[in-house]
């Protein structure tokens, strides 16, 4: 071959080489520039959320117009020439700071409010052992969400543990999230609704109180087929008013897990083995990547203490009761 064909060859398998490059870079591109935005999205998203909850930022508006659907974040578009290149490997997601912590979680609701619950359903009855019930029961449930990177990694922790668990969503999260949701509803989980905004209803007249439950519902129905969902009532705060305006069961919970608080999986273990007993009803939040971690150790610890990990739906039938709307469910004793 002569010097100049020989030229040629080389020449072609190089500009080979650099294609395959090319192509190699604009795809990983892709792949983190799809995080980074999935990412930003939800900071957007966790601060608009948040905004409405922080005292000095509520700006009082009429209820007909709602807080402002967030745009789903498209997937940013990468150009195969303008190839970003991964000096580093991407890291996992940071823990979550500012914005997480203004839920400050759902408050005690029974100290909070000064109210003496009454357990609900069994105790009126005459004491009598339910022989089809051998098992010991207990309902995980979570908060504030969904957030993909901490909801998928519990959804995924769930279906490998054969359990089950009650997601109490919130509406504006719904045109943003709908796989997570979808999914969740399609491994047999319950979806519960935990309002439009997490406005504290108690401070709510009946109609704007209808307003944050029924608007949420509508738009979790769009990607679960739910029905009436159950209330989650942001903070566990509720009065009458509240009571004679929701028309689903409200569910507040028996433990407490402080994960919102804590964010330490260790502190959320121990809160949770301390105190779960047959019936109770677990409080925690899916925004926090130490509740998912927590969750790792805890749902298989329950299992091998001999608890089914089941929907708030479902303890409460196990245990004979019917939720009826309007009233207020704590566990299932
Ligand atoms: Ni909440």
Redesign the pocket.
């Known amino acids: 071959m002569s010097q100049r064909g020989r030229r040629r060859r080389r020449r072609t398998y190089t500009l080979q080489v650099l294609w395959i490059v090319v192509a190699i870079l604009a795809t990983v591109g892709l792949i983190i520039g799809y995080k980074l935005g999935v990412k930003e999205n939800d900071t957007d998203l966790n601060s608009v959320v948040n905004a409405a909850e922080h005292p000095t930022q509520i700006v009082v508006e009429n209820t007909a117009t709602p807080v402002p659907t967030l745009e789903p974040t498209t997937e940013p578009t990468v150009t195969p020439t303008v190839t970003p290149i991964p000096t580093a490997t991407p890291t996992p997601e940071p823990t979550p700071q500012g914005p997480y912590q203004v839920?400050e979680?759902?408050k005690q609701d029974e100290t909070q409010n000064g109210e003496v619950v009454t357990p609900t359903g069994e105790a009126e009855k005459p004491t009598e052992e339910k022989p089809e019930k051998t098992q010991k029961m207990i309902a995980l449930t979570f908060?504030?969400g969904p957030y993909p990177p901490v909801t998928e990694r519990i959804l995924k922790l769930l279906k490998d543990n054969d359990s089950h668990a009650t997601f109490?969503v919130m509406g504006n999260r719904m045109d943003t999230y709908p796989d997570t949701v979808a999914q969740a509803f399609e491994d047999g989980n319950q979806i519960g609704n935990?309002t439009y905004s997490?406005k504290d209803l108690s401070k709510l007249n009946a109609s704007d109180i209808a307003y944050e439950v029924e608007h949420s519902n509508e738009l979790i129905n769009k990607n679960a087929a739910v029905g009436d969902a159950y209330l989650?009532p942001?903070?566990g705060a509720k009065n009458d008013t509240v009571r004679s305006a929701v028309k689903v069961p409200m569910i507040c919970w028996s433990v407490d897990t402080l994960d919102w608080k804590s964010k330490d999986k260790d502190a959320i273990y121990k809160e949770i083995m301390d105190n779960v007993k047959d019936g109770d009803i677990l409080l925690m939040?899916d925004l926090y990547p130490t509740t998912a971690d927590a969750m790792e150790k805890v749902i298989p610890e329950l299992i091998r203490q001999g608890y089914k990990l089941v929907t708030v739906q479902e303890l409460l039938e196990a245990n004979g009761i019917t939720p009826e709307g309007g009233t207020v469910y704590y566990n299932a004793r």
């Open positions: 839920y979680g759902d908060d504030d109490f935990h997490h989650r942001p903070y939040h």
